[in-house]
């Protein structure tokens, strides 16, 4: 049953005009990444290569692209639905709804992945082809792709039955929230998804830390485990009080 | 079914009490009656002293009705509550007031209640990128038959799209669209049947032959519900009908009897003539006449008998002398029949 709503949600996702602006915007660190190798001033060189690579994954992947494709995917995985109304066939079916949210949930957060971890990946191996210790920088941050990619989709996914205005809301979280107020107040950071994606990145990465000051791996873990939790059961009680907009 | 022919007066509305054995109702549900004893038999569509409001709007006012095998049309204007009406049924919505029960237990919340029940929804969009195949094998894999692939053939050929199952749903006219969602809700083979604006969009070939499928599945013993803002669909399909009005049972019951009442009640015509006033001499000792008003430039004449009054005017306007130039009959409007209901 699972298996044929994700299929049917990603067949539904993928078929949409965002994803393929997403996948254009996945293409750009990869660009970058070429553009580096072909004619940087630093490239070549070991330490130059990792912080270009270290400042290309965490200003533009981890801080832009991830909750940006995961806004997007996510919100659409139930929203899309909501919107035209076609939700009705899923939920007119006697199927368990945290089955529902875990399989919308598989559908955001792997299309997420497929995106951002492919756009790490690719400008990764570009950069640091032939560098000693550059696949751990690259495992790190695909690493940290994938517990984003979870932990965004799981917002975003229980954002969209909360509000209509998911999209909004979830863009004033990423770039205010996560991308203004946390820079500016330390406290913050424990309330950012983007500092457990840094922690678990950070820890993940083979061959010492690939990025300094940040939070630490079991306090990152613990918190989006909760932020998970939290997503989920929100999600899962919104979509089993599921009322349908009125119609006359 | 209950009630006849009966408005139905809105009794005040006490505080919710809890019934072991059932769920506790949300602590903004009143009602004005206990839920039924869990341990006897009960309708298939039962609705108790229903109201749902929004904020100030009040969409069903203190409904109730029960529903066994058969064809049921829900008629009533657009917007008099019929899809928020069949939401209730079918879990969508949750009662502001009473209790709805399908299918042997409470509707809202209880996603166990779809194995029994087959739903179309008014809204028109269905997946576009599946096939009409592929639609009803998607809800046959979600209700877990064991043979998808078989239920959905099956499905597809009981509402006739079997040449165009493998097009996409997209390309589909909206009478395709809408056979394609039947056949998504009748691929479970469900005892309960729940249509809101069925024939939407159908060719007069496609609702006989829709008409003629869910009639012969009633004969089965299903319980089958539609809604539906065109007399004659109704008419023509369901035996007992119930009737909506601003969210207030009008009336329910047998069809004939309701459609009776609506023929026989006055019919208002607006006639105009090169004399006015002596047509009207004329008209007032005519027996299917009852009233007649002069008004500025024209006559309201009002009739019990349609149909007596059409076949008299003409002769009763060239006996007395007097051209016709009009004649238009003022208040045929749905909207009016049922209010005519109401206000009885």
């Given at each position: ?239 089993q009080s ?7 | ?15 919710t009490?809890g019934v072991?054995g059932w769920p506790t109702p949300p602590?903004?549900l009143?009602t004005?009656a206990p839920p039924p004893d869990p341990?006897?038999?009960l309708a298939p569509i039962e609705v108790r002293n229903v ?37 209730l049924m079918s879990g969508f919505l949750h009662p502001?007031a009473g209790w709805v029960f399908v299918a042997g237990g409470p509707a809202w919340r209880r996603p166990e209640l779809y194995?029994q029940v ?74 309960v ?152």
């Amino acid at each position: 049953m699972i298996a044929e709503v994700v299929r049917v949600t990603a067949r539904q996702l993928l078929g949409r005009r965002r994803t393929l602006l997403m996948s254009l915007l996945a293409v750009v660190p990869v660009l970058l990444a070429l553009m580096y190798r072909l004619g940087g001033s630093e490239s070549g060189s070991v330490r130059g290569d990792r912080e270009f690579l270290t400042g290309l994954f965490d200003a533009l992947l981890i801080t832009l692209l991830l909750p940006l494709v995961a806004l997007l995917f996510g919100t659409a995985a139930f929203g899309a639905e909501i919107e035209d109304g076609t939700v009705i066939y899923l939920l007119a079916k006697p199927v368990g709804r945290l089955r529902l949210v875990l399989a919308k949930l598989v559908v955001a957060a792997g299309a997420t992945f497929v995106l951002v971890g492919g756009s790490i990946l690719s400008a990764g191996l570009i950069v640091l082809l032939g560098v000693p210790d550059g696949l751990g920088l690259v495992v790190g941050y695909l690493v940290g792709a994938a517990s984003g990619a979870v932990l965004y989709g799981a917002v975003f996914v229980a954002l969209s039955l909360v509000t209509g205005r998911a999209l909004i809301a979830g863009l004033l979280y990423v770039l205010i929230w996560e991308g203004l107020l946390a820079g500016l107040f330390a406290g913050i950071r424990v309330l950012s998804i983007r500092q457990y994606v840094l922690g678990i990145a950070d820890a993940a990465g083979v061959g010492g830390r690939i990025t300094a000051d940040t939070l630490p791996v079991g306090s990152a873990a613990a918190l989006g485990a909760v932020v998970l939790v939290g997503a989920v059961v929100v999600a899962l009680r919104r979509l089993q009080s599921f009322e349908v907009p009125q119609a006359d | 079914m209950t009630g006849d022919v009966t408005p139905t007066p809105a009794p005040a509305i006490p505080p919710t009490q809890g019934v072991p054995g059932w769920p506790t109702p949300p602590k903004l549900l009143v009602t004005s009656a206990p839920p039924p004893d869990p341990s006897t038999p009960l309708a298939p569509i039962e609705v108790r002293n229903v109201s749902r409001w929004y904020g100030n709007v009040v969409a069903v006012n203190d409904v109730s009705f029960s529903l066994g095998a058969g064809v049921t049309g829900l008629l009533g204007p657009n917007g008099a509550g019929k899809s928020t009406l069949l939401h209730l049924m079918s879990g969508f919505l949750h009662p502001s007031a009473g209790w709805v029960f399908v299918a042997g237990g409470p509707a809202w919340r209880r996603p166990e209640l779809y194995r029994q029940v087959g739903l179309v929804p008014e809204r028109e969009a269905v997946y576009s990128f599946l096939t009409g195949f592929e639609f009803a094998r998607f809800n046959a894999r979600l209700q877990g038959l064991p043979d998808p692939d078989g239920a959905a053939s099956r499905a597809i050929e009981m509402v006739g799209l079997e040449d165009a199952q493998h097009r996409q749903i997209g390309t589909y006219s909206k009478g395709m669209r809408q056979r394609a969602k039947v056949a998504g809700a009748l691929v479970h083979d469900p005892p309960v049947l729940l249509l809101d604006e069925p024939f939407n969009g159908m060719d007069p070939r496609q609702r006989l032959s829709m008409m003629e499928l869910l009639r012969r599945m009633a004969d089965e013993g299903r319980t089958i519900l539609f809604s539906s803002h065109i007399l004659e669909e109704v008419e023509r399909l369901a035996q007992q009908v119930l009737v909506v009005v601003a969210g207030r049972l009008a009336a329910s019951g047998d069809f004939r009897a309701i459609r009776k009442l609506m023929i026989d009640r006055p019919h208002e015509f607006t006639v105009r003539s090169s004399d006015d006033r002596r047509l009207a001499t004329a008209l007032i000792g005519h027996p299917a006449v009852f009233g007649v008003e002069l008004q500025s430039g024209a006559l309201v004449v009002r009739s019990s008998d349609f149909a007596a009054f059409a076949a008299a005017i003409a002769t009763v306007a060239r006996s007395s002398g007097v051209s016709l130039f009009e004649l238009l009959p003022t208040d045929e409007s749905l909207d009016s029949v049922f209010a005519y209901l109401v206000e009885r």
